[in-house]
Nanobody, 127 residues
Framework: QIPLVQSGGGSVKVGDSLTLSCTSS????????MGWFRQTPGKEREFVAG????????EYSDAVKGRFTVSRDNRKLATTLLMTDLKPEDTALYYC????????????????????WGQGTQVTVSS
């Protein structure tokens, strides 16, 4: 199991930027692809962005492509989601997750491969 601790988030205005971070104390963190998901009340959790274990492959949802950037630093056991040009529809509870069923995957795995989750952090974008 990969423990994940999230930080960042908060309330911002339309067009602002925000960075979410996700860190682990488990060195095996560096073996697994990572993903970011978000959820709003009454809706299913949706994929936002992900990257392979090495960070060489990234994937984004159409809703955030061109505005969000996902990255990782395996030496620091951390992944970051940089969110720019934020919109009200980006308001959600954001989660990082480790694809702990897919070690050393060079692609972003199917979403059911993400087994370990951070505690979630709220992002609120207002006009």
């Amino acid at each position: 199991q990969i423990p994940l601790v999230q930080s960042g988030g908060g309330s911002v205005k339309v067009g602002d930027s925000l960075t979410l971070s996700c860190t682990s104390s488990e060195r095996m963190f560096s073996m697994y692809p990572m993903g970011w998901f978000r959820q709003t009340p009454g809706k299913e959790r949706e994929f936002v962005a992900g990257l392979s274990w090495s960070g060489s492959t990234t994937e984004y949802s159409d809703a955030v492509k061109g505005r969000f950037t996902v990255s990782r630093d395996n030496r620091k056991l951390a992944t970051t989601l940089l969110m720019t040009d934020l919109k009200p529809e980006d308001t959600a509870l954001y989660y990082c997750a480790s694809a702990s069923f897919s070690p050393f995957s060079n692609t972003v795995p199917a979403h059911d491969r993400f087994a370990d989750w951070g505690q979630g952090t709220q992002v609120t974008v207002s006009s």
